[in-house]
C-alpha cells in the first residue's frame, strides 16, 4: 500500500465517523494515529460526552471484529481470555475464547476491575497473543484496544499502575461540545440513530497494509535526535519522579509518522514531534509531591513546558 492511499483510508474513516459524531475531530485523528501505528487508546473522561460511541464508530466503519467489555469488581482474567472447559461429550478439554480474540475491544471503565484483571490485558496489548494454561495462542494483526474510564467518580475503582498506562499508546480527553455543537448533536438524533445506518469504509486487512506502509515514513536523524531530547528532558526535570520510557520515545517516532502521512509528507518534521508529544507522553511520566494528585492536564502542562524548552531543530529535514 502507498501512503497516499493510507492518507486516503484515514481521511474515508474519518469522514465516516463525522456522520455520526460531532465537534471530536482532533479525538478522530488521534485515534486513527493510535490505530495505524498498531497502539491502543485510553479515552479519559466524564460520562456521557462520547466515548464509547467513538468506539462503536470506529467499529462499524472497519469491516471487523468488534466485542464490547464492561469492567466490574467481579470480572475475571478468564472472562477476558476464555477458558479450557471438558467437553462431555468429545470426552476432552475445549478451549472457549473470550471477547479478547477480536479486532477492536472496547474496555469500558477499565479501572473498576481489580489490579488481578487489569493485568491480563498485558501479555495481549503488547505481545499480541493470550496464554491460558501454560498455552499461547495469537491474535489477529489488527488488535485495538480501546480503554474508557470517568477520572471523577473514584469510589469502587482502581487505579491503573504503571507498567499498564505504559501499554497505551495514548491517553485521550473529549471534553463537551460547545453550544453550537450540542445543537447538532440534538438534530441529528432527534428521529433517528445515526450510528445505525453507518456502513464499513475498510477493511480489517487495508489497516494491516496501512499499518505496514507508516514504517516506510522518513525519520531523519536532527528529527531522532529531537525526540530523544525530549525523552532526555522528562527524566531529568526536577518535577518529575519517573520520565519517559524507550517505549515511550518509539511511540512518539511512530505517532509523527503517520501524522506526517496524514498531512501528506513521507517525512517528518519537529512539528509533527510536537504535535504528538501530550497525549503520548503525558500518562507516561509521575510528578513529585502534591502535583501526582492534580489529574491530567498538570501531566499535559508538564510536557508543553518540555516542548517549551527543548530547541527544535531548524535545518531543513
Excluded at 488521534?30 to 473522561?45: F, W
Amino acid at each position: 500500500m502507498e501512503l497516499n492511499d493510507v492518507r486516503k483510508l484515514a481521511n474515508a474513516v474519518k469522514e465516516n465517523i463525522s456522520r455520526v459524531l460531532v465537534g471530536i475531530e482532533d479525538t478522530v485523528d488521534l485515534v486513527l494515529i493510535s490505530l495505524l501505528c498498531s497502539g491502543h487508546v485510553l479515552l479519559e473522561d466524564v460520562p456521557g460526552v462520547g466515548k464509547t460511541m467513538l468506539a462503536k464508530c470506529l467499529a462499524r466503519s472497519l469491516e471487523c471484529g468488534y466485542k464490547r467489555i464492561q469492567f466490574t469488581p467481579d470480572l475475571l482474567p478468564s472472562d477476558l481470555t476464555g477458558i479450557n472447559y471438558f467437553d462431555q461429550k468429545r470426552g476432552e478439554f475445549v478451549f472457549r475464547p473470550g471477547p479478547l480474540f477480536t479486532n477492536i475491544v472496547l474496555a469500558d471503565e477499565i479501572n473498576r476491575a481489580t489490579p488481578r484483571t487489569q493485568s491480563s490485558l498485558l501479555e495481549c496489548m503488547e505481545e499480541r497473543q493470550v496464554t491460558v494454561d501454560g498455552e499461547t495462542r495469537k491474535l489477529h494483526s489488527l488488535f485495538f484496544v480501546i480503554a474508557t474510564q470517568n477520572p471523577v467518580e473514584t469510589r469502587g475503582t482502581f487505579p491503573l499502575p504503571e507498567a499498564q498506562l505504559d501499554r497505551f499508546f495514548m491517553r485521550l480527553r473529549m471534553g463537551y461540545p460547545d453550544p453550537a455543537e450540542g445543537m447538532e448533536i440534538l438534530m441529528r438524533f432527534r428521529d433517528k440513530d445515526p450510528l445505525a445506518e453507518l456502513g464499513t469504509v475498510a477493511s480489517a486487512d487495508s489497516v494491516v497494509q496501512a499499518q505496514r506502509a507508516v514504517t516506510s515514513v522518513k525519520v531523519s536523524e536532527a528529527s531522532a535526535r529531537y525526540i530523544i531530547d525530549i525523552i532526555e528532558a522528562t527524566r531529568h526535570d526536577e518535577r518529575i519522579i519517573l520520565g519517559v520510557s524507550p517505549r515511550g520515545s518509539i511511540a512518539l517516532m511512530k505517532a509523527a509518522q503517520v501524522r506526517a502521512v496524514m498531512e501528506g509528507r513521507d517525512f517528518i518534521t519537529p512539528d509533527d514531534v510536537k504535535k504528538m508529544a501530550v497525549p503520548v507522553l503525558a500518562h507516561r511520566i509521575i510528578l513529585k509531591g502534591h502535583a501526582v494528585f492534580s489529574g491530567t492536564e498538570n501531566a499535559e502542562e508538564t510536557i508543553r513546558d518540555l516542548l517549551n524548552r527543548v530547541p527544535a531543530p531548524t535545518e531543513e529535514i
